[in-house]
């Protein structure tokens, strides 16, 4: 009898765990449950039409499409959000930061390789401006530590009064401009205090921070600093709010690494969105993708390192449709994945 009984209880316990994971409940650490579901993916590495060689930058346009910088292929491509393809059009060399305007037009970031590394001048640091169906509008900007000038520029976003805010990577700080491209504004420089950017890391180390993005709707503005394992948080003309984040590979850090080379070589926060409830998606380097309130509280989290859907090979840039669903460029699978993660 008694035997019975304990086998009894053992299986109620396996039934009872087996129904928490397919519930959704949250693991310790988390805050809520993870409703996050892999819908599709779309891409490889190549040149073909839906192809990529180094996904960067992600921004979705009034109609719900897709647009993606494809880094190495020097172009944009558009996609429906069911991932099939649309149109492409050439931009120059290493276009990165992405971001479409109420008009839908489209601002690129275009870094500025050494040409130690490439056998072409650096004409590159500049911020092009694109109409809608690819048509070069205007351009700005070059290599250099003044104003209006950069050193491998990285994310860029827009606000709702049509700020241009551009993370200046190298150069430790954000760029304001018009959208015509004049000057605003800046702030930050080299530093782990808050309002500065990159710590003790080496001057030219790009992925240290700024490197990506973002604007609530009330105009404030969030930075991902990848050295610092931090996101801070800023007024519309620069003034510091707030600061979270770790080193710790747990739900609320960014710590996890990215393992390329069969090495640890870089962690921290990479890309950076808001959702129709300004709550605040961040991806890591190392492969976690976390929610957040605009106050830095963890809310929730999904992701890890690996090529099956699901998983991240270090992930940039990632936007929200209207739809609710998010996009995720994961950069070196050379792919784009999409998930619904809004819970209505």
């Not at 710590?199 to 490197?211: C, I, R, S, V, Y």
């Not at 070196?332 to 993660?341: D, E, G, W």
């Amino acid at each position: 009898m008694q035997n019975e009984c304990s086998a009894r209880l053992h299986a109620a316990l396996l039934i009872l765990l087996v129904c928490a994971k397919f519930m959704g409940v949250a693991s310790a650490g988390d805050v809520s449950k993870d409703t996050s579901a892999f819908l599709l993916e779309w891409g490889q590495k190549g040149t073909a039409h839906g192809e990529f060689n180094f996904p960067i930058g992600i921004a979705v346009n009034a109609a719900d499409e897709v647009l993606v910088t494809d880094f190495y292929n020097a172009r944009v491509q558009t996609f429906s959000s069911e991932g099939q393809f649309l149109s492409a059009f050439a931009v120059s060399a290493f276009p990165g930061g992405i971001a479409v305007d109420r008009d839908g037009n489209i601002f690129i970031a275009h870094a500025g390789i050494p040409p130690s590394r490439y056998d072409k001048p650096r004409e590159r640091d500049k911020i092009a401006v694109y109409s809608s169906d690819g048509k070069l509008l205007r351009e700005w900007g070059k290599f250099g530590v003044g104003d209006g000038e950069f050193d491998m520029p990285g994310g860029i976003a827009i606000s709702r009064d049509g700020r241009v805010y551009v993370a200046d990577q190298c150069n430790r700080r954000i760029q304001v401009f018009t959208p015509e491209g004049v000057f605003i504004t800046k702030w930050g420089k080299k530093g782990s205090l808050p309002g500065e950017f990159g710590g003790d890391a080496h001057p030219k180390a790009f992925f240290a921070g700024p490197t990506f993005v973002a604007c609530d709707s009330s105009g404030n503005v969030f930075t991902t600093e990848s050295i610092a394992c931090r996101i801070q948080k800023f007024d519309s003309d620069g003034k510091f709010l707030a600061a979270w984040g770790s080193s710790e590979a747990k739900p609320g850090g960014f710590g996890d690494y990215f393992t390329a080379f069969e090495r640890q070589v870089m962690r921290g926060p990479t890309g950076i969105c808001f959702d129709g409830h300004d709550r605040l998606w961040a991806s890591a380097i190392g492969g976690r993708i976390q929610r957040f309130t605009p106050s830095g509280e963890y809310l929730t989290g999904f992701g890890g390192e690996g090529t099956e859907p699901g998983k991240f090979y270090a992930p940039h840039g990632l936007v929200i449709d209207k739809m609710g669903d998010l996009f995720i460029v994961d950069s070196f699978n050379h792919r784009i994945q999409k998930f619904r993660v809004d819970d209505r």
